[in-house]
């Protein structure tokens, strides 16, 4: 069975912290992504990575930054939490490939940053 | 710019009823479309995907059907269980690769008993 894993469910942050979110993934895929979900703007891409070390931006990086030092592994990182990165935050990932390239998430981390 | 729009935005049925979910998008070079199921505070369960060369796909209940030129996707449940009361999202890839995906804003089901 496919499996994506958000290290937490829920995690309550203060301001001004250095926040970190980690996913794994045993499906060998090249392909991982940060999303977040609010309420009425549905969910958006923060980064993505390709492959090992390599990193793009998606539509809100600002405030974000990640690492991926090895294949199964994705790291949000929040440099300095504020109030509106209250959200919740989901992990996917998948193989390369245009057509037949299912996505696969993680169960999501729910941050409150206080 | 790829947009994509999930009517009706909330369902409520009573159980044994057969219902459809609608998915358009608006631009219909795409290479596939995605149905997911969100439990509320969790994360998303891929149920279907469907390839830009395919019509439909099946999974037990689910049946999903894809017309790229009318830009459309219908998830068809039938026999609906209380148990399939969740948040259903479509995806699309953005163009240029790596499987970016921009959503739908969800429909939102309720079967009762």
């Known amino acids: 069975d496919v499996k994506v894993t958000q290290s937490s469910r829920y995690l309550v942050k203060r301001t001004g912290e250095k926040v970190f979110l980690e996913c794994v993934q045993d499906?060998?895929?090249?392909?991982m992504f940060w999303y977040r979900q609010d309420p009425g703007l549905g969910l958006r891409l923060i980064y993505f990575?390709?492959?090992?070390?390599?990193?793009e931006k998606g539509d809100i990086p600002e405030g974000y930054s990640v690492s991926r030092e090895k294949k199964e592994r994705f790291s949000l990182i929040l440099e300095s939490a504020s109030t509106n990165q209250t959200s919740m935050y989901l992990c996917?990932?998948?193989?390369?490939?245009?057509?037949?390239?299912?996505?696969?998430f993680g169960q999501g981390t729910r941050l409150t940053v206080v | 710019k790829q947009e994509v729009t999930q009517i009706p935005a909330a369902l409520s049925v009573p159980e044994g009823e057969n219902l459809v979910l609608n998915c358009s998008f608006t631009d219909s070079a795409i290479y596939n479309l995605q149905w997911f199921r969100q439990d509320p505070g969790k994360g998303l369960t891929s149920l279907l995907l469907i390839q830009s060369s395919q019509r439909e796909q099946t999974s037990g209940r689910l049946n999903a059907s894809l017309d790229k030129s009318s830009g459309r996707s219908t998830l068809y449940i039938a026999a609906s269980q209380p148990g399939d009361s969740a948040t259903y999202l479509c995806?699309?890839?953005?163009?240029?690769?790596?499987?970016?995906?921009?959503f739908g804003a969800g429909t939102r089901l309720a079967v009762h008993p």
């Open positions: 995806a699309v890839p953005i163009s240029g690769g790596y499987n970016k995906l921009i």
């Open positions: 996917a990932s998948s193989l390369p490939g245009l057509s037949n390239t299912e996505a696969f």
């Open positions: 990575s390709y492959d090992v070390k390599m990193k």
């Open positions: 499906m060998d895929h090249e392909n």
